[in-house]
């Protein structure tokens, strides 16, 4: 991913760790490695919640997914810093597929009034995966980077640690006083929240070409910093 110096973000940085401290979700002194952490998790999520705020014009049936990204995404990092382990993968995992039903219910208005006037009615996590796979364009985005591959991959580990599947996914937490920061877990998350938002931000950026090649330079820069070389060669070319 580039790591470039982006004024904004750090700008924003600056603000949120001060938020942070000021509320003692992060100490005066950080533990060794916290704020370099936490550097990149916010680098992230920031290209995440800047969505909500670029992509104009969109429908209710698309909108409100994106608007759900943001919300996820903001809460993240707070959460980390706190200690807590599940939460956060929980806000990672809604991201995945509120990004999948985003692309999704986009094009399907007549099935999202159904998921919202059926209770029980609403599209396999499968079947939402699987409608970017064969998407006219996406479809020849995924045969030259596997967004949709990695995030489905991601969705299934995060899933089997929300849900405690295996025995080593279970959380045993018997008092508030055990829920502490620790950095071998928040480094963790880190991972997987940069992994999640370069599948996102490609996916979302193929889906909506053309308003991202209208972003401003610095905008871009900040969404394409969370890809790998690959995956922001293959958009180059939709430029």
């Known amino acids: 991913m580039s790591k470039k110096q982006i004024p904004v973000i750090t700008a924003d940085l600056a603000q949120v760790v001060e938020f942070l401290q000021s509320r003692g979700k992060i100490p005066e002194k950080p533990p060794a490695n916290m704020l370099s952490h936490v550097k990149r998790m916010h680098r992230v999520t920031y290209s995440l919640i800047l969505w909500k705020f670029r992509l104009k014009n969109l429908s209710e049936h698309g909108q409100v997914f994106i608007e759900e990204i943001a ?18 993968r929980l806000l990672i995992r809604g991201i995945a597929e509120n990004t999948i039903r985003h692309l999704y219910f986009s094009d399907h208005p007549v099935e999202f009034r159904r998921m919202n006037r059926e209770q029980k009615w609403f599209p396999s996590v ?40 295996r025995v080593q996914d279970l959380q045993l937490c018997k008092s508030l006083r055990m829920i502490e920061f620790v950095e ?3 480094e963790k998350q880190v991972a997987e929240i940069e992994r999640c938002a ?17 972003l401003h330079r610095e905008d871009r820069q900040i969404i394409l910093g969370s890809m790998p070389s690959r995956a922001r060669q293959v958009l180059k070319g939709l430029e």
């Not at 479809?139 to 991959?153: G, P, Q």
């Open 184 to 186: 071998s877990v928040f």
């Open 198 to 214: 370069a599948s996102v931000n490609f996916l979302l950026a193929g889906f909506h070409s053309r308003q991202f090649n209208d």
């Open 71 to 88: 919300s996820d995404a903001i809460q993240i990092l707070p959460q980390a810093v706190m200690g807590y382990g599940k939460t956060p």
């Open 126 to 165: 499968e079947d939402l995966f699987d409608y970017p796979r064969n998407h006219d364009v996406l479809m020849e985005l995924e045969s030259k980077f596997d967004a949709v591959n990695r995030l489905k991959t991601l969705y299934g580990e995060l899933s089997a640690t929300v849900h405690g599947r």
